[in-house]
């Protein structure tokens, strides 16, 4: 690694996001203006550093007590994929927020906000990692309570405090520990000292944990999800932000301490577990769901869930291209969510068509699993030895399986046949590549895929493939059922799906009990 | 009482009750219904006048039943005509005159002195009792929980109707819709509660056997609860109106639901199944409390409710009184500017002469009522001299279902008081039979492999794999999208067809059967039609060589409401069919030989050309060029530059109010962008400023600048034999401005109420309307962006001003045949003013077909 002063420069974006935040201006749509030219910055000064790191390899900034900054290819990634992000929103909001009393108040917002997230990928230093990690969830407070009149923004704004001063504890014990293990809080020079000490202390053991309890957190992953679902009371571009740049924190922060957590069995079970039932859970949830923006964040939950299983499973490059892919995904399904009412001016039904049989749709589920089992066999992979590559390519095959079993209806066309192959093949192929694009890219950053083979990860592994594998059965059976054909228990388990299992009432209603907001109802 | 659990409920059992006789409850659940106004959906979005179901009552009764029953206000708050009185909009003569016409036994102030006095006071806290008051059982529990450490029941009881609503009406936002929707709402609803466990969860005990315990029959479910509950019968109509409007967005989404099966002739009891769906949460609620407190509140509220109302004397309410003197204050303010444009001296100077020219008119061009039309008339008036514009419904009087290629059926072009009589299919100009049926083919597997792409995106195993593989692909599109460069989702009117396809659409007016039904015009109802048409636009003779026929329709990007910038005359689609339609017709030999004989000779170097005028961008494009006559192309391509330089004019115009980057720039490129920006909430400004509807000859009005304020509807009372004109302009076009009007003006005085709320939070359900926020109940009308432009409103809350120029007596003989009208007229919910012979406004209506002379 190159130590550089040349790495404060990468403190440009934020900086000057930072003065948008604080310098006084004439006119909220002048400053508007001016927070699209700190995220450009931020933006131009992310693809030069990118570039360095690409060419030259990883940099940091001399440390200072409490600040420095570590550029690796995680940092390069993060940052680059946040101001990209950052800079669309802002761009978005210029015009969307135009005439709002508070324009200027949420420009402010925003560009803090942005900046603290910024921040956060930067830091060589724990301390300064804690510092944006907490600063970045208060100034996301602010702009949930950006309307502070609606009791739902507040109910919202408060679950999440509350998850989030939990998270930041954990946070914080887990730097503690770490610190008084390693000496230092530089992140280079603590994974040196994990490095030398090889195995792991029951203290770093519980570090992981807790670093993992911090992820899952930020995540809103169950049963602690239920503020993300509530936080469209607040402007689109926030909702945007947030989905697709500031939940991506809790995943940052595993990959980030993947090293560690890599130490730490109890952790990645804990991420495997949490993770993986989350993204089972939500996805089925969010099925059910009739408003855009809501089906849009269980979708999320369910994302992170998915996200957080990768790193689990030890899979860090992939957890990260899944960040980088669901970020770019959702800021656009997220701005974009105005567009649905033409989506669906254009979705009309085109033939009397049907669900394929279930029997069949069973066959080929099975028929994709033992060619992963074969195809990976041969390769040289064993299933005891690597049951994580095995569980996400099954995932994948089983989504690719559901996608043509959709185009095979009650009269099944070569072209629309023909046409879901192509796209299959096509899909499969770019998703290898990427896969294989981002390992490459991320050798020597983030640790190579562990191998899981403690009996709490195959078993969890096991019952999550065979959770998909009913889903996807599910799928094309009792969901896409019409009315009368659905069975009675499938008739009560939509209801109970439809209400998330009423975990989220429960939990508004303890925070009510708790910490009422006493305001009027609506109107 | 209900103590014992029934037995759940296995089929709907929701057979109508067995007494055919409607008995006072039936009545006072009917009247409630009928109260609420409907709300189309965001497919087809048209404005409605949320009061529609309180026009058998005045303005002024119509405001004092809602501040007593549903305690929401109908005019602006004390401190907007403050304003006014401050900047002098309003005048002492104006508050005089405002006196002068408010019923005898209002309590109003006795001078205008005190009237001023009375403004200048705040108003007591509205009365949250006293005679008649209603209050529901979420609202006296929220009352009595007042620092109780409870959510508010009830607005966790709105969000939850609302959520189920939303499950039940989906129409096509869930990939897994709810098994239980084929039964009517009540049946499905009472059976989604045997297993919802959500209201207990919350802490409302026992809900799911509450509800078991309730009648399969839904009235004979109200009767119960309003028996249980001890409603009296004197406050039956009230109570459940107000139970309806505390989820009043979905019931008027249900309502709209009943409407159009009402148009159909269905019977459709939905409505009433939601009210007794509502009906049951209150009473869940009731059974909670036992305690003598609540009791004894309870009692209390219901002794209030069973005293008699009077809204119609005010009485009640004087500061309602005061609020509405001065809203007449207003109104008559803008009256008598209006007044004095329209009576401009025909000798004095005028703000641009229209110079007259002899001989043919060098082009006659007919566009929508719409206001929007009014200033692009203006332009293209100035732009063309002699040219003569006129005003006329934007369907053209087509009726028409229109038939997109590929699908089975399609979208009612036509008003919504209206059922399409014809049904138009959309063909391929000039393609042969072979090419038709593979761009039709095409269009359908294209669709098919869509519906499978989108399943691959959203289902619950795919998405994880759809994000991973095409998520980076997202990267480009964000770039593009945010400059403006693509559509965020492809146009859904031309989804699935090739560009080279997309130019030569066009409607097919030739008689064909498609699916079993009977498309196009045959030749009598060509001419007819045609004939009809042109009698009714008072263009019989004088024909230019060319006449536009321009329909309208709007460019916005990401825009939920997209279709309620659209042609509202047109049921909320764009009038391209319908004016292409007309124009094909006007141009059909054997039409034009028919309508000779019956007297209307058009000339044979005469053409009609269909277009439509893009309200957001000003651009007018003309269809079907290729079938002008040689020898009026040289003309068409004169019309070109004109129009050219009338959308510059008109955009320089509508630029002022659109607050532009660079004012002083490239305007015309400006408002192109912002009707592709996907972050745009103000594109354009839609109908907002509408106040008044002009039926008259152009030549009353042309010169004169009408701000985009108002709808002109051409018509010549002298060509017009038995009156069977004005009558169709007073039961139809004015109707239907009056509804815009009255939707702008609801979404303008509560906006929480009656308007959509801020853009910024919308979040599109079920494809059909928009939440506000993550919750609560469905919207209704328009966003406050819509009406306010950030620093003040664009729109003035003022009540439609109808002129009209015709006798006095044909226009009472309208009003007293028609109860729609009469009920607009006398319960003033429009000011209805007459024009004379000589083009000044000289009568102002009354009531009772009494006529006031100026």
């Keep these: 690694m190159t130590i550089t002063p040349l790495a404060w420069s990468a403190l440009a974006g934020p900086i000057a996001l930072l003065a948008v935040a604080l310098l006084p201006a004439a006119r909220p749509k002048a400053l508007a203006a001016r927070a699209r030219i700190a995220a450009v910055i931020g933006l131009i000064t992310a693809a030069l550093a990118a570039g360095a790191v690409a060419l030259a390899g990883p940099f940091a900034s001399p440390a200072l007590p409490g600040v420095s900054i570590l550029f690796d290819g995680l940092t390069a990634v993060m940052f680059l994929l946040v101001s990209f992000v950052g800079t669309i929103v802002v761009q978005f909001s210029r015009n969307y927020m135009a005439g709002d009393p508070g324009h200027a108040r949420f420009t402010r917002l925003l560009s803090a906000t942005l900046a603290s997230v910024l921040l956060l990928i930067l830091s060589g230093n724990m301390a300064m990692f804690l510092a944006a990690w907490v600063a970045t969830s208060l100034a996301l407070n602010q702009l949930l309570l950006f309307y502070s009149d609606r009791p739902a923004a507040i109910l919202a704004a408060r679950k999440k405090f509350i998850a989030s001063r939990i998270g930041d504890l954990a946070l914080a014990l887990a730097i503690g520990i770490l610190w008084q293990a390693s000496g230092t809080l530089e992140f280079a020079g603590m994974f040196a000292a994990l490095k030398a000490q090889g195995a792991a202390s029951p203290a770093l053991v519980l570090a992981g944990g807790l670093i993992a309890l911090a992820a899952l957190l930020k995540s809103a992953q169950f049963p602690l999800h239920g503020w993300i679902t509530e936080v469209m009371e607040t402007p689109t571009p926030v909702s945007a932000l947030l989905h697709a740049g500031i939940i991506n924190a809790g995943g940052f922060l595993a990959l980030r301490f993947a090293p560690l957590l890599e130490l730490s069995t109890p952790a990645m079970d804990l991420l495997l577990v949490v993770g993986g039932f989350t993204a089972l859970f939500a996805s089925v949830v969010m099925l059910t769901q009739n408003a855009i923006k809501v089906s849009l964040a269980w979708s999320t939950i369910a994302q992170m869930g998915f996200m957080l299983l990768q790193c689990g499973l030890g899979a860090w490059a992939a957890a990260l291209l899944h960040i980088v892919a669901h970020s770019l995904y959702k800021a656009h399904a997220f701005l974009s969510s105005g567009s649905v009412i033409d989506i669906a001016r ?149 209801v109970h799906v439809q209400n998330g299992l009423y975990v989220n009432t429960l939990a508004n209603r303890l925070v009510l009990a708790l910490w009422p907001t006493g305001l009027p109802s609506r109107r | 009482m209900m103590t014992e659990t029934a037995p759940a409920p296995t089929s709907s059992a929701a057979a109508p009750p067995a007494a055919p006789l409607p008995g006072p409850l039936d009545m006072a659940i009917a009247t409630a219904c009928q109260r609420i106004a409907p709300l189309w959906p965001l497919k087809h979005f048209v404005a409605v006048n949320p009061y529609l179901g309180f026009s058998g009552q005045s303005f002024a009764a119509t405001a004092a039943t809602l501040r007593r029953v549903a305690k929401v206000d109908m005019l602006m708050a004390r401190p907007f005509y403050r304003e006014a009185l401050a900047a002098g909009i309003i005048t002492d003569a104006h508050i005089a005159q405002a006196l002068a016409r408010a019923p005898a036994n209002a309590p109003i102030p006795a001078d205008v002195a005190l009237a001023r006095a009375a403004l200048a006071r705040d108003p007591a806290e509205r009365a949250r009792s006293g005679p008649a008051v209603v209050a529901t059982i979420a609202e006296v529990l929220d009352k009595l929980s007042a620092g109780d450490r409870q959510a508010s029941r009830t607005a966790f009881m709105v969000d939850e109707i609302s959520r189920w609503c939303a499950a039940y009406f989906d129409e096509g936002q869930a990939s897994w819709q709810m098994p239980q929707r084929g039964a009517g709402p009540w049946a499905a609803w009472r059976e989604t509660m045997v297993h919802d466990r959500n209201a207990e969860a919350m802490g409302i005990k026992d809900f799911r056997r509450i509800v078991a315990g309730l009648p399969a029959d839904p009235v004979a479910a109200i009767g119960l609860i309003v028996e ?360 059909d030999p054997a039409v034009r030989i028919g309508l000779r004989s019956r007297g209307i000779h058009i000339p044979d170097d005469c053409w009609f050309l269909g277009a439509m005028h893009d309200t957001t961008t000003d651009q007018i494009s003309i269809f079907d060029r290729d079938r002008v006559p040689p020898a009026l192309r040289a003309d068409v391509a004169e019309l070109d530059g004109w129009l050219d330089r009338a959308s510059a004019l008109t955009r320089r115009e509508r630029a002022r109010l659109l607050d532009l980057d660079a004012p002083d720039g490239d305007i015309d490129a400006q408002v192109l962008r912002r009707s592709r920006d996907w972050a745009q909430v103000r594109p354009e400004w839609g109908l907002a400023g509408n106040g008044a509807f002009i039926a008259a000859p152009r030549h009353r009005t042309a010169g004169i600048d009408l701000g985009g304020r108002s709808f002109l509807h051409s018509y010549d009372w002298t060509q017009d034999n038995g009156f069977g004109v004005l009558t169709l302009i007073m039961t139809a076009p004015m109707v239907v401005a009056s509804w815009i009007n009255l939707q702008y003006y609801g979404s303008t005085v509560n906006n929480k109420v009656w308007g959509a709320g801020n853009k910024v939070l919308h979040n599109v359900v079920g494809t059909l309307g928009v939440l506000e926020g993550n919750a609560g109940d469905l919207k209704t009308g328009l966003a406050w962006q819509s009406v306010h432009d950030g620093e003040k409103l664009l729109h003035e809350p003022l009540r439609l001003n109808v002129f009209i120029e015709a006798p006095l007596d044909a226009m009472t003989a309208v009003i007293m045949a028609s109860q729609t009208v009469r009920e607009l007229v006398d319960h003033q919910w429009i000011h209805l003013w007459a024009i004379g012979d000589d083009g000044q406004v000289s009568h102002r209506y009354h009531r009772d077909g009494e006529w006031t002379a100026l």
């Design chain 1, 346 to 494: 254009a979705s009309w039904s085109p033939s009397p068509g049907g669900a394929p049989h279930p029997a069949r749709l069973a066959m080929a589920v099975a028929l994709v699993l033992a060619a992963v089992g074969v195809a990976g066999t041969l390769s040289g992979f064993a299933i005891a030895v690597q049951p994580g590559v095995f569980a996400l390519g099954a995932i994948l095959l089983m989504g690719l399986t559901h996608y043509i079993a959709q185009s095979i209806d009650q009269r099944p066309t070569g072209f629309v046949i023909a046409r879901t192959m192509v796209a299959a093949v096509a899909v499969a192929a770019g998703w290898f590549a990427l896969q294989a694009g981002m390992a490459a890219l991320m050798a020597g950053t983030l640790p190579a895929e562990a191998a899981r083979t403690d009996a709490v990860a195959l078993i969890a592994v096991a019952i999550i493939v065979a959770g998909f594998a009913a889903l996807t059965i599910g799928q094309a059976s009792f969901i896409t059922a019409k009315g009368a054909d659905t069975p009675a228990w499938a008739r009560a388990f939509y």
């Design chain 2, 228 to 587: 249980a509950i001890g409603i009296p019968t004197s406050a039956q109509t009230d109570y459940l109106h107000r139970a309806l409007f505390d989820i009043g967005g979905w019931a008027a989404y249900v309502r709209y639901l009943v409407w159009d099966n009402g148009l159909y002739g269905r019977p459709d009891n939905r409505l009433v199944e939601l009210l007794a769906i509502r009906m049951a949460w209150g009473y869940a609620l009731f059974r909670q409390r036992t305690d003598a407190q609540f009791q004894a509140a309870w009692a209390a509220e219901m002794q209030q409710a069973a005293q008699l109302p009077d809204d119609a004397g005010l009485s009640a309410d004087p500061d309602l009184a005061i609020d509405l003197v001065f809203q007449e204050a207003y109104e008559i303010a803008w009256q008598a500017q209006l007044l004095g444009k329209l009576a401009r001296d025909e000798a004095a100077a005028q703000p641009f002469a229209i110079p007259a020219r002899r001989g043919r008119k060098p082009l006659q061009a007919a566009f929508c009522i719409d206001v929007r039309s009014e200033v692009y008339r203006r332009a293209l008036e100035q732009v063309v001299p002699g040219g003569e514009t006129i005003g006329f419904a934007g369907f053209f009087g087509y009726p028409i279902e229109y038939v997109p290629i590929g699908r089975t059926s399609g979208g009612a072009h036509c008003p919504v008081l209206l059922t399409p009589a014809f049904t138009i299919t959309e063909m391929v100009n000039g393609a042969d039979p072979a090419l038709e049926t593979e761009v039709l083919g095409l269009r359908l597997l294209r669709r098919r492999a869509a519906k499978a792409w989108k399943s691959f995106k959203q289902s619950a195993v795919s998405s994880f794999t759809y994000v991973e593989a095409l998520g980076l692909a997202f990267a480009p599109k964000l770039v593009s999208d945010a400059l403006g460069l693509t559509r965020t989702v492809s146009d859904p009117n031309t989804d699935g067809l090739d560009a080279a396809v997309i130019g030569k659409l066009g409607p097919r007016l030739d008689p064909v059967t498609v699916g079993g039904r009977m498309t196009g015009l045959n030749a009598d109802q060509r001419l007819s039609q045609a004939e009809a048409v042109l009698r009714a636009m008072s263009l019989t003779s004088d024909f230019a060589r060319l006449v536009l026929l321009a329909g309208h329709g709007s460019t916005t990007a990401n825009n939920p409401h997209a279709s309620g910038l659209d042609c509202g005359a047109c049921g909320g689609h764009t009038g391209e069919a319908n004016a292409r339609i007309a124009a094909d017709i006007l141009n």
